[in-house]
């Protein structure tokens, strides 16, 4: 099993390199057409088959992800730990993750891939009062999040973009309950901060099963979801930012 | 404030047929891969909505729009006297990321040759003479913004810097309407999938709000 996530992560590299190179010659060539329908229909169809192959290749990281948050939704609704309100959120919010994993499997599978499997046990922490249990699922939920925001823009079809921003959201609600309860900021920024997948596989590694604790990704910085310009998105962002700081005062003290 | 009421109940329908329709998200995600080939298929508003033209320069306008709307919505209530204690703070600082979305909208707008929107001369936010009232009309205006924005995403054609910007504010929407809806009790997390809203259904919305 574990094997089956770092060749699954392996592939997901993989198909990404394939898909810029295809992506690169398609835009060539759409570049010197004259734009004869049948021209564009073929590279149309071209481009839209590696495309396809690179989102499967986002789709299985994120349920690489929704395999991890499942089975510690479970682990920790058994343990007994929380009560009250975050027990019916734990088990409300592992149902939604669960409607997830089965979403994702479904879609990657219709789409001629091979959904990831989850592993047969994680090594999850061992967790002894109900607050620990709210900090880790904070923690976790924040980490989704953020790894979400990472790879939905790597989403070629739009419909498929769409889903993955749909279920954005919902890890930020969750994340946003249980900081509630937890007596966390409940909206802790302006701007949400992505994760590449690299730096999202080192978080989540710890929780994988032995005997491999860090798996091959084969990722590197020059292949990450850096290269895809995440990175350039917030760099944007933290401009415009800096720049709302420096106005902010001024602006609310004209109210 | 009768035609807020209605159209905000006309929202709250859509909504709930929206969420209705994608109960069986499997089913949703599973149409959609079937529908891939061709986005029509599923009659997908959102994709349809590509063919109309609409530049990143319109969605950023657009999304500036809204984001003056709640900038002057949490303006308004912070400054109102009604609010107090957590409410107080988290609203403050929700007042304190609009103001920030704005600032940063008008900037990537300028800096892309475009003329940013303006905020309206006044706005119709209805009953704002108690905490509870804010509140119901905060997770409606937060609710609309991350339908929005998710509605929007995939019109972007601009996917390295203002798609991941746009998905970046558009969870921190998502946080506010879950901190709104923890504050008033109900569960952060009601559905499986968060909420999606055509520029139609969006605009219809926020029009009596914004008035005209």
Known sequence: ?255 | MEQITNRLDQLAQTRTSRRNALKGVGVTLAALAVGATNPFAQGKAYAAETLQGLTDLDILNFALTLEHLEAEFYKMAVAGGTLSGQVLTVLTDIRDHEVAHVDTLTQVITSLGGTPAQKAPSYNFGDMSTQDAILATSETLEEVGVGAYTGAAALIKDKKTILPAAASIEQVEARHQAAIRFLRGSNPAPSVLGPVLTVAEVTAAVTPIIGK
């Open chain 1, 1 to 255: 099993m574990q094997h089956d996530v770092t060749t699954r992560l392996r592939l997901f590299a993989t198909s990404r390199r394939h898909f810029m190179r295809a992506t690169a010659i398609a835009g060539g060539l759409a570049a010197v057409t004259t734009l004869a329908p049948s021209r564009i229909a073929g590279i149309a169809l071209a481009e839209s088959a590696f495309q396809a192959d690179g989102d499967i290749g986002v789709l299985n990281y994120a349920l690489t992800l929704e395999h991890l948050e499942n089975a510690l939704y479970r682990a920790l609704n058994a343990s007994g730990l929380l009560t009250g309100k975050a027990a019916d959120y734990g088990r409300e919010f592992g149902a939604h993750e669960s409607a997830h994993v089965d979403a994702l499997t479904d879609t990657i599978t219709k789409l001629g891939g091979t959904p990831v499997q989850a592993q047969a046990a994680y090594n999850f922490p061992q967790l002894t009062t109900e607050a620990q249990v709210i900090e880790t699922l904070v923690t976790v939920e924040d980490v989704g999040a953020s790894a979400y925001l990472g790879a939905a823009p790597l989403l070629v079809n739009p419909d498929l973009l769409t889903v993955a921003v749909q279920i954005h959201t919902n890890e930020a609600w969750h994340a946003t309950a249980f900081r509630g309860l937890g007596g966390q900021d409940l909206v802790p920024f302006a701007f949400a901060p992505p994760r590449t997948m690299a730096e999202v596989v080192a978080i989540v590694t710890p929780f994988l099963q032995a005997p491999s604790r860090m798996p091959d990704t084969g990722l590197t910085d020059g292949n990450s979801l850096q290269a895809w310009g995440v990175a350039g998105g917030i760099a944007a962002v933290a401009a415009g930012l800096a720049l709302a700081r420096s106005q902010r005062t001024e602006e609310v003290e004209q109210v």
